[in-house]
């Protein structure tokens, strides 16, 4: 297992330098292969040869081009709060990856994380929108608006790289990585070729202090919310004061920080910024929390929502769980963006 992680941390390192290394060039020629196979598939959709399915409604797909969170579910998080502002009524369609379960399902709060994944029930339960699973999104998308006709426009997450699926807009998320190297799959991190300027009908999003690539995007401010305790979580609470300094009584004693996420450096280094002092488990994308990661005799464990979703109160006992929302707030200009692309919302 050591030396797994081992490997995975080189050759992480190796996808973020500015240059590809002599492990990039090593690995270059399965790259090759791989964009071959990519770039078949793309031209396959764009020619016509393999047709592409609509949706009932307007699509808007949220996706990355690099592997790894780049923030893609607080975005579509925080564009079901645009796209309401601009009258709209989205739904959210997702694989729901990592789920033990192949069948099409409508999300509910009671929902299963292992059967629907706890990426689209996060969504749920943040955003309280319609939202489905299934192996094919133009399923889910077909089963969500029979369920909630009220509906009048999707969001696939994570959907950019699944070309079987039409699409009226799309939204691409980059982190500080940016492109890292600019090598695809394996001697880069980059899911398919970067074109040199924006495809059509493309947002780009930064979920950055700045942007970190070449194309103009939109800045998104995230930050880390009020710890809210896990049992008034799962009753939909929030903290009553978001701008007092709720982290207080946490401050100046050793606190679990728990991430089963993409990227938990970044939630550990949002926890230390706020004055934590933090004994940290970084477990891998999507860990299932069966058994519970700490120690028995812990008293305070900070988790992320992503997380929080498949630990139920009753599991805990007598350690003190908080959950810490992501806030993320995408700019004024989103809604206009998109606007010019999808049809008006209905009356």
Not at 48 to 65: E, Q
Not at 301 to 320: L, M, N, S
Not at 321 to 339: H, M, Y
């Given at each position: ?238 903290a009553n004061d978001p701008s007092a300094d709720a982290w207080s009584a946490l401050r100046g004693r050793r606190v679990i920080a728990c991430a089963g996420t993409a990227m938990p450096q970044r939630f550990f280094g949002m ?77």
């Open positions: 297992m050591n030396t797994a992680r081992g490997w995975g941390a080189t050759l992480l390192a190796s996808w973020q330098r500015p240059q590809p290394d002599a492990l990039a060039r090593v690995l270059q020629p399965l790259s090759w292969a791989y964009r071959a196979v990519v770039t078949l598939n793309r031209a396959l959709f764009d020619s016509g040869l393999r047709a592409r399915a609509r949706a009932p409604r307007p699509m808007v797909v949220v996706g990355n081009l690099v592997v790894g969170g780049a923030g893609k579910t607080p975005t579509v998080i925080a564009l079901v709060a645009v796209l309401r502002e601009m009258g709209y009524t989205p739904g959210v369609v997702s694989r729901g990856y990592g789920r033990s379960d192949a069948q099409t399902r409508v999300v509910n709060a009671s929902s299963d994380p292992e059967q629907v994944g706890d990426e689209p029930l996060l969504i749920h339960l943040r955003t309280r929108a319609p939202v489905a699973v299934a192996a094919q999104r133009i399923d889910a998308a077909r089963s969500l608006c029979e369920a909630h006709p009220e509906v009048s426009l999707l969001i696939a997450d994570d959907g950019l790289q699944h070309h079987a699926l039409a699409r009226d807009a799309q939204v691409i998320v980059f982190d500080e990585r940016g492109a890292g190297n600019g090598l695809l799959l394996p001697a880069g991190p980059l899911r398919e070729p970067m074109p040199d300027v924006v495809p059509e009908r493309t947002l780009v999003v930064y979920n950055a202090d700045r942007p970190s690539t070449m194309w103009p995007g939109h800045m998104a401010q995230r930050s880390i919310g009020a710890p809210v305790e896990l049992s008034r979580w799962w009753l939909g609470e929030r926890l230390e910024s706020i004055g934590l002092t933090i004994a940290p488990i970084a477990l891998p994308d999507h860990a299932r929390f069966d058994p519970l990661p700490w120690l028995a005799g812990a008293s305070d464990v900070v988790v992320t929502e992503k997380d929080a979703v498949k630990i139920k109160p009753e599991r805990v006992g007598t350690v003190r769980v908080w959950v810490a929302p992501l806030d993320f707030r995408l700019d004024a200009q989103i809604g206009a963006a998109l606007a010019r692309w999808l049809p008006p919302p209905p009356p």
